[in-house]
């Protein structure tokens, strides 16, 4: 694979807010941000649209109603939704169930996506295949054989670990983080071996350190997955103190909301609460993309 | 590393299918004659809507109540689509419950072909309680080995309701509107979408779903075949002139844009978006507060329907699950969960039919007092079930593609489309 | 560039293990939980997945016999003979030829302009990535709002609306769904890009604007060829996701939409395999599609080697 790094010139990289744009090109960053503005109009209109009825008292469809009307608003559909599940429980079962699988992901992905990129083993091409493949086959192909194995052969049905095992390690993440250090320059690898560091010495010492913005994205991207699953979690518990809030919502939605006040209104707030700790967990994390100190690695 | 990915990949593949042949199956169900006559605590679930579950939970308490060595404990699944790759799924894990109170009609000959069912016949009283409790209608629901392998429990008998505030903005009679004939109601739908009271006259899911017919076709053809099913000794019934005169009635109301195409999101009914809905009593907690509503039979095409006239069931049965060890108990728990009383239970406080015959008779004081759920009591002895036959939903789906395509889309010609399903579904059924 | 080590310098048994096992065995000891874990989730439902699609298979309650013959490559003929199949399939190419590049060129435009140090960047990025995040089933319904005949797209754009409207339109329903799921699932190509940006030195773009490159320029010659794994990534990801589509075709347009126009062969799956009760036949679709997604992603590879 080549890389466009020139090696004897690498320094650390300089502070992103020092480099300034030549004057001439003032309008077009101007122009830029218009169409980025324009951009997140469009991406951002359906999810403003989504909040304003979720605070409806009334459900108003026509196009007036995108504007939040003051005689119209109320927090009501959130309270239908906190009556008719445990908010409280359903959050906590879904916490338990996402932070079992980004736990998994990131403890073993990075391992494996390091041992991928960065070394040579017997096996490695195969399990990379492996990998893929996992990837690339459809979930409907594998749901009821999967079922039956986890709670016949396994035994575990009614269970957190029973909900996590098939997402315990996402393949998608363990794609980015072998990605992601295959980025690496090999050299920097190389130096600490000819420093005579142990293997265990350099994944702890060079490479870990260096992952974190492939940290960021794995969890943010692991985290979806199991936070708005429905089927699997379903199929896996029928005890209503162990379901998510992904199933309870959807249970609501197929059945209760009905015969809410303003059913469409509950469903959206619904989706309001259910979307609301993912972005909060974005806007937490997206700070750190930043550009990070890759050159200090390299001596010389 | 690319050159080595393929066949890594089929030795995967080929690795995991053999070590996959040589695995068993491994467990049994409890032997059929011991656990007849089993009894001890049981399992059971029952839909989430949440009328059934208030009902359901009474129902549980008594019967814990008076039996202490044989508890009942349930669970809910969600009354949709979902619920039968969920009960799918645990026929083959062996981990269904002993009685399931949501079981739908079309997927038990697929149940029954997994082994997941029991033949309600092994029980000595079985075939006769079933009979005596639904008279003439019970027929319908033996399997083609002649045995009930569920017990029909209660009926949704689908009825057309319309909206008397829009129907009297529009100048329609809102106590006997026309809407016996096609012709009266083509009439009707024109005049009600036509004076702008309603966006659509009535708007069934327009979804390729194959259980999308029992709300749009199965209703009417019921009334204007005389109460024939889809599929009747092992042929098609619908080409026929009473087929051909449903199909030309709906394609009509698609073609003049009384009845919407697109999917929609949430109930058109009790939105106002649509002026009338083909639909059972269940609905009726929904549209409470929402929409002031009348109901009639549905349309045949030269009207003349009575209360008598044969429309779609839309029944939820029981079943007995054969991953059931103490058939005994759930045996006696389905009669006593069917019994009068509890019937009766149902019949309050959710509104729909037990299956039940002589229904009007025995909760009289419930009619009067609730003179509106009269109709459906009547209805209920006229129901028309879906046929119970092997790949009843694969003849379902294939009925479904043709009339999507044909009278929603009109990209075809709905009397041939009506033939070529009929053919089809003679090749899937024989 | 690799640094050899002198052979003298290491211990006999460490190379006799290196033959067999490697140069870094201890990439064994680091894949072994993953391996263990697709061993013990996958390989089971995946081998019978395979064995299903050459046998007459249903499933069946424990200890029931039911006789499951070898039927050789019968289910594949069914299935390859089935126009509402075939449909699927074709739907899914004009699905991916939609959304791959235009997912790819966004994503990384996009990305490029949320790395600059722009005012209101947190806000910017976090309206592009909330779409990811929201459940479908929720915004299905605005989306629905939107397009449907009566809807704002149609109201904006006037004489120019399709008609039938775009959802049960057959020639504009799979574009449709291609558009919604570029929107949606752009948040997500747009992380990877960001990520992948932090990596590609500032000083190249110093360099770049010293030279007197515009910026076009130097995004085509700094930033593209930067982030070239990344696009790998983005690209192989978006031919997976899209060829596994199955929640969009089913909440859009409920179903197959006009004439099988939108379904997908995951749809295809759950309806014969689920709904129908024919495993069998739902595994040949599926080893089917896998063989598909496969191929293609093996093209790009090699169109990628150059």
Redesign the interface.
């Known amino acids: 694979m080549t890389r466009t790094l020139p090696r004897a010139s690498y320094r650390p990289p300089a502070d992103p807010a020092a480099v300034t744009e030549p004057v001439p090109g003032a309008r077009r960053r101007w122009l830029r941000i218009v169409v980025l503005v324009l951009g997140a109009l469009a991406f951002i209109f359906p999810f403003y649209y989504m909040l304003v009825g979720s605070l409806q008292k009334k459900s108003d469809t026509s196009l007036g109603g995108a504007i939040p009307r003051p005689g119209n608003l109320s927090l009501h559909n959130y309270g239908q939704i906190n009556a008719a599940i445990n908010l409280g429980q359903t959050l906590l079962n879904s916490i338990i169930f996402t932070a079992g699988v980004v736990l998994g992901t990131v403890v073993f992905g990075i391992l494996v996506g390091y041992a991928l990129a960065q070394l040579h083993y017997r096996g490695r091409g195969t399990l990379f295949a492996v990998m893929v493949l996992v990837q690339v086959v459809p979930f409907q192909l594998l749901i009821i054989p999967l079922y039956v194995q986890i709670v016949r052969s396994y035994g575990l049905a009614d269970s957190y670990l029973g909900m996590i095992l098939p997402f315990a390690i996402n393949s998608t993440a363990v794609f980015v983080f072998r990605q992601y250090f295959l980025q690496v320059p090999v050299e920097l690898f190389d130096a600490a071996r000819i420093d005579g560091a142990s293997e265990l010495r350099i994944l702890r010492s060079v490479a870990l350190p260096l992952v974190r913005p492939a940290l960021l994205t794995a969890i943010l991207m692991t985290f979806i997955g199991p936070w708005n699953e429905f089927l699997w979690p379903f199929l896996v518990t029928k005890q209503h103190d162990k379901q998510p809030l992904a199933v309870a919502l959807a249970n609501y939605i197929s059945t209760t909301a009905a015969s809410a006040a303003n059913p469409y209104g509950a469903i959206l707030a619904g989706a309001c609460v259910l979307a609301a700790p993912a972005v909060a967990l974005f806007i937490a994390f997206q700070r750190h993309f930043r550009s990070t100190d890759l050159g200090s690695g390299v001596k010389g | 590393m690319k050159s080595r990915t393929l066949p890594s990949i089929a030795t995967v593949f080929l690795l995991a299918a053999t070590t996959t042949a040589a695995c068993g199956d491994g467990g049994n169900s409890p032997a059929a004659d011991t656990a007849a006559k089993a009894h001890g605590p049981i399992n059971i679930w029952y839909s989430n809507n949440a009328q059934e579950v208030a009902w359901g939970k009474q129902m549980v308490a008594a019967w814990n109540t008076a039996h202490p060595t044989e508890t009942v404990s349930a669970q809910e699944i969600p009354a949709g689509q979902t619920s039968e790759a969920v009960i799918a799924a645990s026929i083959t894990a062996g981990n269904a419950p002993c009685l399931i109170y949501n079981t739908s009609p079309a997927a038990v000959p697929n149940f029954q072909a997994q082994g997941g069912l029991v033949a309600l016949d092994d029980f000595a009283d079985g075939a006769n309680y079933v009979n005596a409790r639904s008279g003439s209608t019970a027929g319908q629901y033996k399997s083609p080995d002649g045995k009930f392998y569920q017990l029909p429990w209660k009926s949704n008998p689908v009825m057309i309701f319309y909206n008397k505030t829009e129907f009297a903005k529009a100048g329609i009679s809102t106590t006997a509107p026309p809407l016996g004939t096609y012709a009266q109601f083509l009439d009707t739908a024109k005049k009600v979408v036509s004076s702008g009271a309603a966006k659509y006259a009535i708007y069934p899911s327009p979804s390729s779903q194959f259980f999308q017919p029992w709300f749009d076709f199965y209703p009417m053809y019921a009334a204007e075949s005389g109460g024939k099913q889809l599929v009747e000794n092992k042929k098609a019934t619908f080409d026929s002139d009473a087929g051909k005169a449903v199909t030309g009635f709906w394609q009509q109301l698609y073609a003049q844009n009384l009845a919407g195409k697109e999917a929609y999101n949430g109930d058109s009914f009790a939105d106002g978006t649509a002026a009338m809905a083909s639909v059972g009593p269940w609905a009726i907690a929904a549209y409470k507060g929402k929409v002031d509503w009348g109901v009639v039979s549905v349309p045949t095409q030269t009207g003349g329907a009575s209360e008598q006239a044969p429309t779609f069931s839309d029944a939820k049965n029981v079943a007995i699950y054969t991953a059931c060890k103490n058939r005994g108990t759930a045996w006696d728990f389905l009669k006593f969960s069917t019994s009068a009383e509890q019937d009766g239970k149902l019949l309050e406080m959710t509104g729909q039919m037990p299956l039940r015959q002589g229904l009007e008779q025995q909760y009289a004081a419930y009619f009067t007092a609730n003179p509106q759920y009269k109709v459906f009591a009547v209805k209920t002895a006229h129901v028309v079930e879906v046929p119970n036959i092997p790949q009843s939903v694969e003849v379902w789906q294939a009925f479904r593609d043709s009339w999507s395509k044909s009278v929603i889309f009109a990209k075809e010609d709905p009397n041939k489309a009506l033939s070529d399903a009929a053919t089809k579904i003679n090749g899937l059924v024989k | 560039?690799?640094?050899v080590?002198p052979r003298g310098n290491r211990p006999r048994g460490k190379r006799l293990a290196a033959g067999?096992?490697?140069?870094?065995?201890?990439?064994?000891l680091?894949?072994a939980?993953?391996?263990v874990?697709?061993a013990a989730?996958?390989?089971?439902?995946?081998?019978?997945?395979?064995?299903m699609s050459f046998h007459h298979y249903?499933?069946?309650?424990?200890?029931?016999q039911?006789p499951r013959p070898f039927v050789g490559l019968d289910n594949y003929t069914a299935v390859v003979s089935d126009p509402?199949v075939r449909q699927a399939f074709l739907n899914i190419l004009v699905f991916l030829v939609i959304n791959v590049p235009l997912t790819v060129a966004l994503s990384l435009v996009?990305a490029s302009?949320?790395?600059?140090?722009?005012?209101f960047r947190?806000?910017?990025?976090?309206?592009?990535?909330?779409?990811?995040?929201?459940?479908?089933?929720?915004?299905?319904?605005?989306?629905?709002?939107?397009f449907?005949?009566?809807g704002?797209v149609n109201?904006a754009i006037g004489p120019l609306a399709p008609n039938?409207?775009w959802?049960?339109n057959?020639f504009w329903a799979m574009p449709s769904i291609a558009i919604y799921v570029t929107?949606k699932q752009?948040g997500?190509f747009i992380?990877?890009y960001?990520?992948?940006l932090?990596?590609v030195?500032?000083?190249?773009?110093?360099a770049a604007?010293v030279d007197g490159a515009s910026?076009w320029r130097s995004f085509r010659a700094?930033t593209v060829?930067?982030v070239?794994?990344?696009t790998?990534?983005v690209t192989?990801?978006a031919i997976?996701t899209g060829?596994?589509l199955?929640t969009e075709p089913y909440l859009?347009?409920?179903?197959?939409?006009?004439?099988?126009k939108s379904a997908s062969p995951?749809l295809l799956?759950?309806?014969r395999?689920?709904?129908?009760?024919?495993?069998d036949v739902?595994?040949a679709i599926?080893v089917l599609?896998?063989l598909g997604?496969?191929l293609i992603?093996?093209v790009q590879?090699?169109l990628e080697?150059d």
């Open positions: 560039m690799t640094i080590v067999i096992l490697g140069r870094q065995p201890i990439g064994l680091l894949s939980p993953y391996a874990f697709i989730v996958f390989a089971y439902p995946l081998g019978l997945a395979v064995w249903i499933f069946t309650a424990p200890g029931v039911v509402a996009l302009a949320l790395n600059a140090a722009i005012p947190t806000l910017f990025r976090i309206s592009y990535y909330v779409p990811y995040v929201t459940a479908s089933v929720a915004v299905v319904g605005v989306w629905l709002f939107l449907s005949s009566g704002l109201n039938p409207s959802l049960i057959g929107w752009l997500f992380l990877l960001l990520a992948a932090q990596n030195p500032k000083e190249l773009y110093e604007a910026k700094v060829p930067g070239r794994p990344a790998t990534l192989l990801l997976i060829a596994n199955f859009l347009t409920n179903g197959g939409g006009p004439n099988g995951v799956m759950y309806q395999g689920i709904e129908q009760g024919h495993p739902a595994a599926g599609l896998v997604v496969l992603a093996g590879r090699f080697r």
